[in-house]
């Protein structure tokens, strides 16, 4: 009876006891596109939201909750005619939305800080603050001008990718007709350009071709902020375990997504859906709340896709084995179309941790995963900016 109930004392016990670990743990998601939602009227990010009545995935009430140290906010620009005007129209927006993130941080100087370096999110978890910083996910908005690059990393921007759904002026999309057969000629200057100011390329959304080429031309390793691997899912957004592996002899990080882990279903309800959430910020709170009350209602007869928190551990394990807990990292693709059914949005985080401590992964480790590989791939570019 004593070993029963020591048994059954150890199993309640467990998973107060990852989560203590899991406070301790500095963690980060390396893809946030929650900034979509910061222009939302009546809406604030400083609340603490629940998945069931709204949308959001990310804020800092559930940061808190989940406790999700800081991540990187991301300047989304979705892709456009490749000419003077719609280069024009997509800086403008970039700016803009670059301006949102800084100013909408600044709001809650006592609770979360933009910050810059790997140094910085290190201070910021001693003092008790949650932390971000910029990403560019798609860098159409640079146009054929690679210095507008200095100008969002003065911005604070520490990681780019060149590429969206759609090829563009620098790069061939994973999800596109090759026309560059990987990087254009300005793709290469681009990554150039990237190295030399100190922010980590992210090849999330790249073809294959474009993987290949910037991992040989970056002097710096590589990130893939929301990505998966082929062996889960076969689909074009998620790399095959021979390119893992070599992100990782290059000393690159794969961040583990939660999308593209089974069949995504973009019907034309759910494709009606997303139009309608890219312009959220114009909504008011009565059609914010129908446009919530649709999502959800869609989700349970009709998830985006039909698959639960196992297959995701089942894809950041398979990929910890590939590449080497030195070389994985956490990108769900939060308010992106991430999420799954028992990890609906980051409070539920705690999870990840207990699961990888269940596996017998070290608490240093486990700190690898959720921060120490990516910092590392920050200071290296930083280090050689400051070289160069």
């Not at 129908?290 to 950041?316: G, Y």
């Amino acid at each position: 009876m004593k070993r029963v109930l020591a048994s059954v004392l150890l199993a309640a016990a467990f998973p107060a006891q990852a989560e203590t670990l899991h406070q301790r743990t500095l963690t980060l998601d390396t893809h946030l596109d929650t900034p979509m939602h910061f222009a939302r009227p009546g809406w604030s990010f400083g609340d603490g939201h629940s998945y069931d009545t709204d949308l959001v995935q990310v804020d800092l009430g559930r940061m808190d909750a989940g406790d999700l140290d800081g991540g990187f906010f991301v300047i989304y620009t979705e892709q456009g005619p490749v000419t003077p005007e719609g280069f024009a129209k997509a800086k403008a927006f970039a700016l803009g939305r670059a301006d949102l993130i800084r100013s909408t941080l600044a709001k809650f100087p006592d609770r979360i800080r933009l910050i810059s370096t790997a140094a910085d999110a290190k201070r910021m978890d001693a003092e008790g603050k949650r932390f971000g910083w910029l990403s560019i996910e798609n860098s159409y908005p640079l146009g054929e001008d690679l210095s507008l690059l200095e100008d969002f990393y003065k911005f604070g921007v520490r990681m780019a990718g060149p590429v969206h759904s759609k090829n563009n002026q620098f790069a061939d999309s994973a999800t596109d007709t090759p026309k560059w057969n990987g990087l254009s000629p300005l793709g290469r200057q681009w990554v150039a350009e990237a190295n030399r100011l100190g922010i980590v390329i992210d090849a999330s959304h790249s073809s294959d071709a474009a993987f290949d080429q910037m991992l040989a031309l970056s002097k710096t390793p590589l990130v893939l902020s929301h990505s998966g691997s082929k062996t889960i899912w076969d689909n074009p957004r998620n790399l095959d375990d021979a390119r893992i592996r070599k992100l990782a002899e290059a000393g690159g990080v794969i961040c583990v997504t939660t999308v593209f882990l089974a069949t995504m279903n973009f019907t034309p309800e759910r494709n009606a859906l997303f139009a309608q959430l890219e312009r959220i910020g114009t909504m008011t709170p009565e059609e914010q709340a129908e446009l919530t009350r649709e999502t959800r209602a869609l989700d349970a007869v009709q998830p985006i896709q039909n698959t639960d928190f196992e297959a995701f551990m089942k894809s950041l394990l398979h990929i910890i084995e590939v590449a080497g807990v030195d070389h994985v990292g956490i990108g769900a693709d939060w308010d992106g179309g991430g999420g799954v059914r028992g990890l609906e949005d980051i409070g539920g985080l705690p999870k990840v941790t207990e699961r990888l401590h269940a596996e017998g992964f070290s608490d240093a480790d486990i700190e690898k995963i959720w921060s120490g590989n990516v910092l590392r791939l920050l200071r290296l570019a930083e280090e050689h900016a400051a070289r160069n």
